[in-house]
């Protein structure tokens, strides 16, 4: 199993990117929380860990949203259906070994202090979920007055007040007066501008070192952000799985090394995690798309590299997914490469993606079956937008290939 030396603080961050995308309108919330949270942390006398901890929680205390939709519900002070979210974000961080410890605050984002204070749990994991959902709830509140930095620090008290009322029923009332001495000054507030956030947030990621991590560490991380993007649409539900299994198997097929077909798979589970930029209804739409809206579905190999960008380790996997729409003839995008521009590895996972797509179903048309597939793959190659030799690859075994893209059988042949 490969070694990967990465920044787990700049692996969150690039998550947080990738869920401010899922807002579209207003960025940097995960971030803003981790702030305001980090704030009364300290004020509270909390330390080293504990900090960090609640850091990490809180930066990604929205993991369980990925539909636009959810997220504009969020941005009501009170909805209902708020437990939802929680409930998804605490199963995707107990997924991953190094961010478990985090689940359970996550988990509690939304509970009233009512309940939550009688709940049997760990009184440092109750203040941290609680802190979180009132600094939330101060983000949301802000969200009205933050167009306009003036009017954030007019609108403060109107927040501040809406914060008390709840005291002792929402929120812990220590938590509520902690909150009231830090968000007394002007700079509490004008620290909520995106420079600021940003340039706080970037001391925090380089607090920490790379550490060594095996793949499958590494894959748990990764998994977070392809269960987000998969989960946005029906009709993508495990794309990213499928392109990950199929691209790692045609890896074996071309008897690329072990690390090779480790790095293969996590560019398939990457590589689409640009789309969370696009609305849910562009991707569900059933009609064709007008140019604008082609154009902003093109943007996101682009902005799946954006993303994972940050994250000093994962560059050549960054590359192979982010050149997934690449082609052969340099008509792909986002950065119109020819051929003999694109390593194997990048043409396997552009491969990998088109073959799992035909044999998904989607809003316009059914799945397809692996000799229609081929059919389209072996064109694709005539009109030299896809890899030959990796096709016939494809070719020697379209069964197998199929069943790792959509991991079940394959239809018989008819
Ligand atoms: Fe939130
Ligand atoms: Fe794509
Ligand atoms: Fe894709």
């Known amino acids: 199993m490969g070694q990967y030396n990465i920044n787990l603080h700049e692996a969150i961050y690039s998550l947080s990117d990738a869920l401010d995308l899922v807002g579209v309108t207003h960025?940097?919330?995960?971030?803003?929380?981790?702030?305001?949270?980090?704030?009364?942390?300290?004020?509270?006398?909390?330390?080293?860990?504990?900090?960090?901890?609640?850091?990490?929680?809180?930066?990604?205390?929205?993991?369980?949203v990925s539909k636009t939709v959810v997220h504009e519900r969020l941005?009501?002070?009170?909805?209902?259906?708020?437990?939802?979210?929680?409930?998804?974000?605490?199963?995707?961080?107990?997924?991953?070994p190094l961010l478990a410890p985090l689940a359970p605050i996550v988990r509690h984002h939304h509970t009233h202090w009512s309940a939550l204070k009688d709940m049997d749990l760990p009184e440092e994991i109750k203040l941290s979920a609680n802190c979180i959902y009132l600094v939330d709830r101060v983000d949301v509140l802000s969200l009205a007055f933050l167009m306009d930095e003036d009017n954030l620090l007019l609108g403060r008290q109107q927040i501040r007040d809406k914060i008390i009322a709840k005291r002792g029923d929402w929120f812990c009332p220590e938590l509520v007066d902690v909150f009231m001495e830090v968000s007394s000054s002007e700079a509490f507030w004008l620290s909520l501008e995106n420079e600021h956030i940003d340039g706080y947030?970037?001391?925090?990621?380089?607090?920490?070192?790379?550490q060594p991590m095996d793949f499958a560490a590494l894959r748990s991380i990764v998994r977070i952000f392809s269960f987000i993007v998969d989960a946005k649409s029906a009709f993508t539900r495990q794309h990213s799985d499928g392109v990950a299994r199929l691209a790692r198997y045609?890896?074996?097929l071309f008897e690329l090394s072990e690390d090779s077909c480790e790095m293969l798979e996590l560019a398939g589970l990457l590589h689409d995690i640009g789309k969370l930029r696009q609305p849910d209804t562009l991707l569900e739409k059933t009609e064709c798309?007008?140019?604008?809206?082609?154009?902003?579905?093109?943007?996101?190999?682009?902005?799946?590299?954006?993303i994972l960008r940050n994250i000093k380790g994962m560059e050549t996997i960054t590359q192979w997914a982010a050149q997934h729409h690449e082609r052969s003839d340099g008509s792909g995008y986002p950065y119109h490469l020819t051929?003999?521009?694109?390593?194997?590895?990048?043409?396997?996972?552009?491969?990998?993606?088109?073959?799992?797509?035909?044999?998904?179903?989607?809003?316009?048309?059914?799945?397809?079956?692996?000799d229609a597939i081929m059919e389209m793959l072996d064109e694709m190659v005539s009109d030299g937008k896809l890899d030959r030799e990796v096709v016939r690859q494809v070719a020697q075994h379209p069964q197998e290939c199929w069943q790792r893209a959509t991991g079940s059988e394959a239809p018989p042949a008819q």
């Open 27 to 64: 960025i940097h919330h995960g971030k803003r929380v981790a702030f305001m949270a980090a704030e009364c942390a300290k004020r509270m006398g909390w330390q080293g860990k504990r900090v960090d901890d609640l850091f990490q929680a809180a930066i990604l205390h929205d993991s369980g």
């Open 75 to 96: 941005a009501q002070f009170e909805w209902e259906q708020e437990n939802e979210h929680c409930v998804l974000g605490e199963q995707l961080l107990q997924g991953c």
């Open 201 to 210: 947030v970037s001391v925090w990621m380089s607090e920490t070192r790379q």
């Open 250 to 252: 045609l890896g074996t």
């Open 289 to 306: 798309l007008t140019p604008e809206e082609y154009a902003h579905i093109q943007r996101h190999s682009f902005d799946t590299y954006a």
């Open 339 to 370: 051929n003999s521009r694109l390593s194997l590895e990048a043409r396997i996972v552009a491969v990998a993606d088109v073959f799992q797509a035909l044999a998904q179903k989607r809003p316009y048309r059914d799945s397809l079956s692996p």
